[in-house]
Structure formats: structure tokens, C-alpha cells
């Protein structure tokens, strides 16, 4: 009687932590070896940056609250001017804005689709233009530099979560923000929305993005820094320009919520 034994491959790994504190610490190696698969491994690094995310968002949300709690909605200049009915009304719309639908769903929503969706067009924008560049990496393969490589956002979280609850205060200025100058105009308020985004931590990603294309497209030094720069300038520009145009528009007094 013979026996027949069917032997089956070992089931690829779903998540890969052993790799997060090697690409923050041990980043050369583990950068190879991650530019080296040939599936996707992108799950754990954002799953990272999602958790660190919430973190920090729902710190900042809490302490919103609490700072509403203790010193009641800003009222807008000239309230004693309104009319009964329209202090009624902005009161009714500040205690709405208060509930937790707000000051927690809503700021947890857009930071999620902030992370993700910044995620998967800097994957596609990088490979577009390493392949203008002569690269020879797939869509797969950058989508996986790019979650591996953003981990240090991901600190960048945790070290704001902590910091505001030590110090029970939200983080104002970010980044290089400060350096911007204190002028309300146009170019100051964008430019002050662009320095914000630029600190250790994006220097750090870009490093660590750097390497991988190299490692996975072939590339020489310099048609790799080009690549991650420019990818990386052309998002960062978008995204100050939507925190510009929040800013700007966040300043508007709304009466009534709805309609």
C-alpha cells in the first residue's frame, strides 16, 4: 500500500512586525529586504500608522472638549449686536458642533482618509515618475516602500499624543511653522501651512524611501533622490494647499448648521 503525501508551501506571513522596529532602527537592511518582495507587505506599517493616527487625533479631540467644557463656545466678535434670534441660533449650532459626532467621528474620518488616501497617491505619483526615470519596480513594489517608509510618521504621532497629554495643551505651531512670517496674507498663510508639514520625521521617510528605490529599481543616487523629492515636493505642496484653503475657510461664522 503505498502512501501518498502531498506537501503544501508554507502560507505567506499576513503581517510582518519583526520589520517595524528593523526599518526604524535598522533601516538599510530591512529596507532591502522589504524591496526584495515580490508581494505585499504594506498591511502592518499602515495598520501602524492607523492606530498612532488615532491615537493622536482623539487626544486632540479630548482635549478640544475639555477646553469647550471649561470655557464655553468663542463667541464671535460683536455677539452682543446679534439679534435674540440670531444668538439663539449660534448657540444651537455650538452646542451641535459639541456633541460627540463633532469632536470625535469627524476629526477621526478625516485623519483616516488623510493617511490613506496621501498613501496611495504618493505610491502612485512615485511610480510614475521612477518609471519616467528609467526605473524598473512595479505598482506593488511601491506601494510597499511607501507604507514601510512612513512608519516615522507613525512616531511622529505617538510623540504628539504624549506630548499633549503631558502638557494638556494642543500642539499649535508644527513643523517649521514658526519660522513663517506672522503676516495674515496669502503667501504667508500657505507658506506658514507648508512649513508646518516639514520636520525630522518627513526627512527621516524621505531617507528611508531613498534607499528603497534604489534597492528595488536599480537606480542610480541621484535619479533616486530626484524621484522621492519630487513625488514627495508635489504632495506636500497639495496638502498645504488644503490645509490653507481649511484654514481659510474655517474661519467663516456659520449661523446655522442645517438647513
Partial sequence: MTENTTS?????????????LGVLFRPRATIAAIAAQTRSTWLTPMLVITVATLARVITASWLRQQAALSSGPVLPPDFQYYSPEQQAQFMQAAQATSGPVFVYLFPVIVGLISI???????????????TLLGGRGDTGSAINLVAWSSLPFALRELVRAGSMLLTRQLIISSGLSGFAPLDQSVPGTYLAALLSLIDIYLIWSVLLLIGGVKAANGLPTGKAISGVVLTLGLVIALQALVAFLTGRFGGLTIIRPFF
Fill in 8 to 20: 503544501t508551501p508554507d502560507s505567506p506571513k499576513r503581517f510582518h512586525f519583526k520589520w517595524v
Fill in 116 to 130: 490613506w488616501l496621501s498613501w496611495l497617491l504618493v505610491s502612485a505619483l512615485l511610480h510614475l515618475t521612477i
